[in-house]
């Protein structure tokens, strides 16, 4: 069935510092989309990607789409401690399926 | 606030037990997810609901089932609770397409412990 992996699992880094969390299907999507989970919170929306190719930016992070569909990316700038949480892809094929999430923490 | 609710916020039970756990969607929302979160596991897709009827079912246990009535809110029935259901549920709601597309609202979790 459908799969989507994400790496790393955890990452910790430097405040500064930049932060990529992979995501990759087994299948070809319809869309992607980005959550982020907080600490003791719940997942929330960051963005969906729809098109082959496409990137989107939210300030210091910024979201790309693999030409074939299948991989994703989240790349964040210069993290900051309030960038903390877990960030999880969801792939659309057949239905939404979420990656295990890379959690990131950030020292000062 | 996603404008999802869930109740209880934590729900603490023996083995052998059986749970309800209740969401209401965000207003307008037809469409009603059921996940587990748990450590080893991650965002577990549980069944979907759209208006009343199943729609889309991921790893559901047999032990586990959901109704979504004519008000839109949903329950999740957990029965023959084991250990290893502990877990957080989340419950999410998407606008009025049927499929799981657009953004999915989560509420903030309903968090079970079986002892």
């Known amino acids: 069935g459908q799969q989507v992996m994400q790496i790393p699992q955890y990452q910790h880094v430097q405040e500064g510092e930049d932060f990529t969390t992979y995501c990759n299907s087994s299948t070809t999507l319809s869309n992607i989309q980005w959550y982020k989970q907080r600490p003791g919170g719940h997942p929330v929306f960051l963005i969906q990607?729809?098109?082959?190719?496409e990137v989107k930016k939210q300030k210091r992070l910024t979201f790309q789409f693999g030409e074939a569909k299948k991989n994703s990316s989240l790349h964040i700038t210069a993290t900051q401690t309030t960038d903390v949480g877990t960030y999880f892809c969801?792939?659309?094929?057949?239905?939404?399926?979420f990656g295990k999430g890379t959690t990131l923490s950030v020292s000062s | 606030d996603s404008g999802v609710t869930q109740t209880p916020k934590h729900l603490i039970t023996a083995t052998g037990q059986r749970v309800t756990l209740r969401c209401s969607p965000r207003s307008g929302d037809l469409s009603v997810y059921w996940y587990q979160q748990s450590l080893d596991q991650g965002l577990q897709f549980l069944i979907q609901?759209?208006?009343?009827?199943?729609?889309a079912k991921g790893n559901i246990l047999e032990r586990f089932s959901a109704q979504q009535f004519p008000d839109l809110h949903s329950e999740l029935n957990l029965s023959s609770l084991e250990l290893g259901d502990s877990a957080l549920y989340f419950c999410?709601?998407?606008?009025?397409?049927?499929?799981?597309?657009?953004?999915?609202?989560f509420g903030p979790g309903t968090r079970l412990t079986v002892l």
């Open positions: 999410a709601s998407s606008g009025p397409g049927q499929g799981a597309e657009g953004t999915q609202y």
């Open positions: 969801a792939g659309r094929g057949t239905a939404l399926i």
């Open positions: 609901y759209y208006n009343g009827e199943e729609r």
């Open positions: 990607l729809v098109k082959s190719g």
